[in-house]
């Protein structure tokens, strides 16, 4: 059967732990299905960083480029800024591999309950669609009269008509194969520069949609909208920044940050994509083996899927959601006793 | 007694219909403790802008800068774009006056229910210290190769060494007046320039504060932690757009978008405040009666107390709460029949 590279990079903190268990889930359907999935395993890491002064070495990006597709952990450690970690290895793949559309399916799972009082799955079924190569998140900037009184920093967002028609157009595709309702996130009363823009090319590319259902919502409003009415909610498309907040929103109504995953995907087929789960490295429960792995076994399935492989991708699906249901192997996180390991033995052995 | 100077700005749609209500209490209450209110309309609205093309005349700051305080409505009306709306008038007016705190309190009020599942009125009780005068609200900026394949917007945000120091020494000092914390929103991760800024004052600015305990997080994680743990919150400081999102989502979180109050201070006293309630001007509803004052009335207790009328802003709050508990006089989005002004005329009796 076929075989698909994969490059792992497990990180710093939890990432570590549950990269193990998703890749058991991983290799068990894809062994069902008749393909195999050869890994490569990756130290990239704050850890890394500390040893060597970089996260990953200055052929990384070459590196990645031969893999069909990368499996990320998370990466962060304290004493490790930030802006290092992050701009070191996260941010600059997205980037170098056109890795435009950030999707983060957002559901509530089996055995989870929402922390909005009353409200079903159905109601809380959602997809964010984020803009994940430009916007806000920008290197241009700096900082002026540094120690003195009159000091200022400067941010610059950039937006430009080719990364805005292509992650709005994205988002209108995949309304189209469900609910055919797109929402865009905007703030073009406090923004007055690249939020306009934004909406302009929202509505040129709305018009090409006609069977669509096409509104827009003040982030701000958006955000209220999510906690006090999020069932009219389904295809989110929203800037860099505006993405970011609303998706880890939109995980925490529906009580899941630790089991919500993430893709950063290029359409395209030309570079690689990235998996990941959306919560971060948790130094503080790191190593312990009880980190819930769900987040980044679901990001598995995304990986699956978008490797071609559906019914393997359903089948790891159907397997998490079992163990849910059942609600006897649970991490401290969901209410249980039981292991990082364990959790993942469970959705292995439901498959 | 003395005699305060308010500017009464009731704007468009529902602003006009509960700006009415609000004074009503608010002469109540002057007239109770001893005082009273001058009050002086203006007309300035979209209405305005779609006859004379300008939302107010181009003295218009020079004349609110004769009083003492200025009680906004709402403005915003279909058809009239929101950035010349909102430029043409608020936002001008936060800048001039320097009213650079944007105060919102946050509290879960009797007769409402929460919107989170099993949270008490205690753990929701939070305020937020929005920067009201720069960031993310920018003028600069502006449209590259318009019309062409390589298009594109640049945005600017601005943040000042003035500006960050004076809004985060204001949230300390409000801490230390209720519960002693202080979180900030960060997204350092991403926006390398202007976030890493504001972080560095403000610890810098937490050093001066030993008592008070500091801490700070992302706008994604916190947005979630409004929804999954809002009880360890209290003053939460954020800038322009951060706070904008933000407060949205806590006035949701507690139920009460229709009944938030928002103060636009200038705290040195140089140039009038501004109070107004946090949500739109509603066209839907408009002109029905049917509006909820209760946001405006608390924008009025706000303005009351800014003017040292501290007891007879308690009274208005103790009226409000008092109705609000009975709740035999309920607007449409409380779940009764009332009129806006029989909710307004239910809090005057109660005074
Ligand atoms: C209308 C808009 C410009 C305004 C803002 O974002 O400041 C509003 O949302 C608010 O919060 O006062
Ligand atoms: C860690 C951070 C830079 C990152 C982001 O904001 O993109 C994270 O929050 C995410 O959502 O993937």
Redesign the pocket.
């Known amino acids: 059967g076929t075989s698909y590279r994969i490059a792992s990079i497990p990180g710093d903190g939890i990432g570590v732990d549950v990269t193990v268990e998703a890749r058991k889930v991983l290799d068990r359907a894809a062994a069902s299905h008749g393909f195999s999935l050869s890994w490569k395993e990756f130290d990239w890491s704050c850890e890394r960083y500390t040893k060597t002064g970089s996260m990953m070495p200055d052929d990384g990006i070459e590196q990645l480029s031969r893999f069909d597709g990368i499996f990320l952990g998370a990466v962060?450690f304290p004493g490790v800024p930030?802006h290092v970690s992050?701009w070191g290895l996260?941010?600059p793949v997205r980037r170098a591999f056109t890795q435009y559309v950030n999707l983060r399916p957002v559901r509530l799972l089996p055995g989870t309950t929402s922390a909005l009082a009353g409200r079903s799955a159905e109601e809380l079924e959602m997809v964010i669609v984020r803009e994940n190569s430009e916007g806000e998140?920008s290197e241009i900037g700096g900082r002026h009269n540094r120690g003195l009184e009159n000091e200022f920093v400067l941010q610059e967002s950039v937006f430009t008509r080719v990364g805005v028609e292509r992650i709005i157009r994205y988002a209108f595709e995949l309304a189209k194969t469900r609910t055919g309702r797109v929402c865009s996130a905007t703030k073009s009363n406090g923004l007055i520069h690249s939020m306009p823009f934004w909406d302009e090319i929202f509505f040129e590319i709305a018009s090409e949609y006609p069977d669509v259902h096409a509104e827009q919502c003040h982030v701000d409003a958006l955000a209220a909208r999510m906690v006090q009415a999020p069932d009219r909610l389904d295809v989110v498309v929203a800037s860099n920044l505006f993405g970011?907040i609303l998706?880890?929103l939109a995980a925490a109504v529906t009580g899941g940050l630790g089991m919500a995953p993430?893709g950063n995907i290029n359409p395209t087929g030309e570079f690689p994509s990235m998996f990941?789960a959306?919560h971060?490295s948790a130094p503080d429960i790191a190593g312990q083996g009880i980190a819930n792995p769900v987040a980044q076994i679901l990001a598995g399935a995304m990986l699956l899927d978008h490797l071609g492989e559906t019914a393997a991708a359903q089948d790891v699906h159907a397997a998490v959601e079992k163990v849910l249901e059942e609600g006897t192997v649970q991490t401290p996180d969901l209410g249980g006793e039981s292991t990082t390991a364990e959790l993942g033995s469970a959705v292995v052995a439901a498959l």
């Open positions: 962060g930030d992050l996260l941010i998140y970011d998706s880890d993430s990941e959306v971060g």
